[in-house]
């Protein structure tokens, strides 16, 4: 069965303007978390949606916002994308919230310059 | 302080050799994850442990979860290069999410 998928891989923002990447998770998964990875703070967790209803949020500004579509497909937004924001932004899929034995996307790359 | 502590940062193991990483939460342990990520990648998931004592393999993987102690090692066992990448744990603490150590980054040498 095919995997989660993140759109697009690779990405290059100027500061200030807005991005939004894609996930699509494995056929039959409802719950769709996103995290974002740098070198110096690790995985830190942003948010979970669960049957397009947000269940849990990270310690991020409002500048990061997400969404889910009834066929489970997710989508994050970063608003005023600063520096800071360059960093790898993974998407993780489970069958029900709460179970975290997750199946990873291969993540979208943001570098802001 | 970080809340789930792994340790080593950082090894370099000869082909062949054992290894043990460590992976320390300061929060009661209701679930432990283990997983595996090359440079770049997206996380692999390895194995989750719940109760106390529990001990899992995978291949030559093996990994333990102390609950008493609150943390859990993962053992390899005749390393391969392979067994390469970057191990993370991570911790289900009631929180309605999961925290992840930094990880451990793993080198073989051939």
């Known amino acids: 069965k095919a995997g989660v998928t993140q759109t697009p891989r690779y990405l290059i923002k100027t500061r200030g303007q807005q991005v939004t990447l894609s996930c699509s998770p494995i056929s039959g998964h409802r719950s769709v978390s996103w995290y974002q990875q740098t070198p110096g703070q690790g995985l830190q967790f942003l948010f979970e949606y669960f049957s397009e209803t947000q269940r849990n949020k990270g310690n991020f500004p409002g500048r990061f916002s997400g969404r889910q579509f009834s066929n489970s497909r997710s989508e994050m937004n970063v608003s005023t994308l600063e520096l800071g924001d360059s960093a790898l932004y993974l998407c993780?899929?489970?069958?029900?919230?709460?179970?975290?034995?997750?199946?990873f996307g291969s993540g979208t790359r943001l570098t802001v310059v | 302080s970080q809340e789930l502590e792994q340790s080593p940062q950082s090894l370099i193991v000869q082909e062949g050799k054992n290894l043990t990483i460590n992976c320390t939460s300061s929060k009661t342990l209701y679930g432990l994850y283990w997983y595996k990520q090359k440079y770049g990648e997206g996380l692999i998931f390895l194995m989750m442990?719940?109760?106390?004592?529990e001990e899992k393999s995978h291949e030559k993987i093996t990994a333990k979860l102390d609950e008493k102690k609150q943390q859990s090692s993962l053992h390899i066992t005749a390393s391969q290069p392979s067994h390469a990448g970057i191990y993370l744990c991570?911790?289900?603490?009631?929180?309605?999410?999961?925290?992840f150590g930094k990880g451990t980054r793993l080198h073989i040498l051939p």
């Open positions: 442990l719940q109760k106390g004592g």
């Open positions: 991570g911790a289900d603490t009631r929180d309605d999410k999961i925290i």
């Open positions: 993780a899929s489970s069958r029900r919230t709460g179970d975290y034995g997750y199946t």
